[in-house]
């Protein structure tokens, strides 16, 4: 089998060419993202290998189909770039990678979280100019503060219990709140209202979009530290740049943005940056960014081929693959039975 494998970047290659080898799956890999203009790489492909920037809307599905590929492997966990409807419409099949590395995303958020509140991002740059004045640099402790989870699956509950581990109390909002989880679920105005610190975990669906927005934010404590290892859209960008101009947002710690697709996994250090909203984020000193790393571990990367190539296997031969995304009477059910 052969796959069209968009928006590769060097990371990629070992793992999926070793499982790849395996299972007899060849990928050709492009540095170019998934897009209608781009689309005919897929050329004599079975199916294309995508991730959380490339296009897969009807446009890019139709044409797909048009050239004869048959399956979408995802290698993300994220599928709200996928036009579902669209792929069963064309009789292309689509799998994802659930999930990978809970760790990798959860420890990140605490990563930034730290780097944040102990301002070691300004250490980091002060020491090395032999700077060792600690003027500006007062943080405050994670012991006994209010994090507010938004979203209890696989992910937010490892932050949790990291977050516990820092001896933090603990508020949870879920649409569909776990059953005997030992920590408290709220609504989400209480849980915004009651947070010193507010981390996102829940996917990016109609429902979430902008989730964060001038509304909510108002309902923050004043000074509270947002997280955002999720997906860009949650946060009302625009709005987040309000609340931290005014100081109600206290810290924003980023590893999505709302409009990153035309800027993240890129080096643009050479280039003006277009996005003004989020140029002036990123020259707060209260805000971190980083460009979609939470992912990014070795464990996470291995597990993301293995499980990548093995739905490619399931689907091709027949099997039942549970990662399967099926278009099922105007919904999506999770898992294929053959
Ligand atoms: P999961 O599916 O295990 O958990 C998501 C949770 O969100 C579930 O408990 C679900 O009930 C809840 N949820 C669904 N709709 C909701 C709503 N309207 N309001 C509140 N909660 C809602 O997903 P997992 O593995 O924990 O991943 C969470 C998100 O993390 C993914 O959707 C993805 O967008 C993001 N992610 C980011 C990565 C990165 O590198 N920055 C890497 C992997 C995932």
Known sequence: MRFAFFDAKPYDRPSFERFGAEHGVKFKFYETKLTPDTVGLARNCDGVCTFVNDTLDAEVLEALADLDCKYLALRCAGYNNVDLKAAHDCGLRAAHVPAYSPYAVAEHAMALLLTSVRRIHKAYIRTRDFNFSLSGMTGFDLH???????????????????????????????????????????????????????????????????????????????????????????????????????????????????????????????????????????????????????????????????????????????????????????????????
């Open 144 to 338: 006994g503060k209010t994090v507010g989870v938004v979203g209890t699956g696989r992910i937010g509950r490892v932050f949790i219990d990291i977050c516990r581990g820092f001896g933090m109390k603990v508020l949870a909002y879920d649409k569909f709140p776990a059953k005997d989880a030992g920590y408290e679920y709220v609504t989400l105005e209480e849980l915004l209202s009651r947070s010193d610190i507010i981390s996102l975990h829940c996917p990016l669906t109609d429902e979430t979009r902008h989730l964060i927005n001038c509304d909510t934010i108002r309902l923050m404590k004043k000074g509270a530290v947002v997280i955002n290892t999720s997906r860009g859209a949650l946060i009302d960008a625009e709005c987040l740049l309000e609340g931290i101009k005014s100081r109600q947002i206290g810290a924003a710690c980023l590893d999505v943005y709302e409009e990153e697709t035309d800027y993240f996994f890129e080096d643009l250090s050479g280039h003006i940056l277009n996005d003004d909203i989020l140029a002036r984020l990123i020259s707060m000193p209260n805000v971190i960014v980083t460009s979609h790393q939470a992912f990014l571990t070795e464990e996470a990367l291995s597990n993301i081929a293995e499980t990548t190539v093995q739905n490619i296997v399931q689907m091709h031969d027949g099997l039942p693959c549970a990662n399967e995304l099926v278009w099922k009477d105007g919904e999506i059910v999770h898992g294929s039975a053959k």
